[in-house]
């Protein structure tokens, strides 16, 4: 099968982690998933992937993993997956013409492809009234997140690894280090927040509220500008209790979830939201907002009622002040590790395959 090498062979973002990761998980039984179309301008690569389902002879199926897809319906048996649409519930960023484009784009998508796949009941919801579609057509499949390297580890905020299996912890050594170790080293107590710079993501109103967050806490941010973010960066230079860390790895991601004091995520949308279930399955506190799919995600999350940046403050405050008895905190690790469990890509992958299946008998 394949699947858009504009997603599959790009270094940011969701979509770029489900492509991976379902393509990871089919491969590990037995299927050949390879990449089709382009890297180049959208229209172009809109046309090459409508060209590559139309006349691939060596494709049994094509996944259009990233809400967009075909123009017209293609001679392969064709599936794609539209990940939420925020602009029902919110201003993305984006222009007029461009979200005209865009919704054009994924109802062409939607009209042209055999089934539609998406990550939560609430994009489920929001696909089948924007776009008209009957919900029968819409399979809901969570994402799932990799538990490996994670169920083995216990971790203090304090920055303490201790392993629960017999043996010596691994000597932590500087040059074992990841790189962001050496940035965060001095900080005595830091939140984190993980994820793309776009305005969805509710930041600047993040970064604003550290201004009345206790002293001595310092916000630490992990992601790259996605799109509309000058604003974002702005703030960024601008707030001296805020360090900006760029893209991470994932090893450098997991180093920061487990030693953040409190991991946030204030977002006034989300078609899914795997940052905030990375956080539980590590055991990190979270503090977020219930917006769209993350009344589905966030399970045992501090719930950020209002995401203004006053309601953050107070939120971040509280939250805080709970996690610093050592009781309450284990209790909250426990209980998000239990939630995370439930969400795994061998699951995920299983529920993709039956539609699969399905489509191709």
């Known amino acids: 099968m394949g699947m858009p090498r504009r997603i599959l062979d790009r270094h940011v973002g969701g979509n770029t982690t489900y492509a991976r990761s379902l393509a990871g998980q089919l491969r590990d039984r037995g299927h050949t998933v390879g ?27 094509v996944h259009y993993v990233a809400d967009t897809g075909p123009l017209v319906r293609t001679r392969v048996p064709s599936v794609v997956t539209v990940h939420g ?43 089948a009234e924007v776009f008209d579609v009957d919900p029968n057509r819409i ?12 169920e083995h580890t216990g971790i203090e905020h304090t920055g303490i690894e201790h392993t629960e299996t017999e043996g010596p912890a691994p000597a932590q050594t500087d040059e074992n280090d990841p790189p962001v170790r050496t940035t965060i080293r001095d900080l005595d107590d830091y939140i984190l927040y993980l994820g793309n710079l776009e305005p969805r993501k509710n930041v600047t109103a993040l970064i604003r509220a550290m201004a009345d967050v206790p002293a001595g806490v310092t916000l630490v941010i992990a992601g790259k500008p996605a799109w509309a973010a000058d604003a974002i960066m702005a703030e960024i230079a601008n707030s001296p209790r805020v360090v900006h860390l760029g893209f991470v790895s994932d090893s450098e991601r997991e180093h920061l979830m487990r030693h953040c004091r409190l991991f ?14 990375e956080a539980l399955a590590h055991g990190c506190p979270v503090l977020c907002s219930r917006r769209g799919a993350l009344a589905e995600v966030a399970g045992p999350a501090f719930e950020l009622a209002e995401i203004d940046e006053s309601a953050i403050a107070a939120g971040i405050t509280d939250a805080l002040a709970a996690v610093a008895d050592d009781d309450t905190r284990t209790r909250l690790a426990d209980a998000g590790r239990d939630w995370a469990r439930q969400f795994n890509w061998q699951r995920s992958a299983e529920a993709h395959l039956a539609v699969y299946e399905e489509l191709l008998t």
């Open 35 to 61: 990449g089709f179309g382009g890297l180049g301008h959208p229209l172009a690569n809109t046309v090459r992937e409508t060209a590559a389902g139309i006349r691939s002879t060596e494709l049994d199926l």
């Open 85 to 127: 649409v925020a602009s029902r519930w919110i201003d993305t960023g984006r222009t007029p013409m461009a979200e005209r484009i865009w919704r054009t784009r994924v109802a062409r998508a939607i009209d042209s492809c055999d089934r539609i796949i998406t990550v939560s009941q609430a994009s489920a919801i929001d696909v």
């Open 139 to 150: 399979d809901v499949i969570y994402h799932g997140i990799e538990h490996t390297g994670i």
């Open 264 to 277: 946030v995520f204030p977002s006034r949308y989300e078609g899914f939201g795997l940052p905030v279930l």
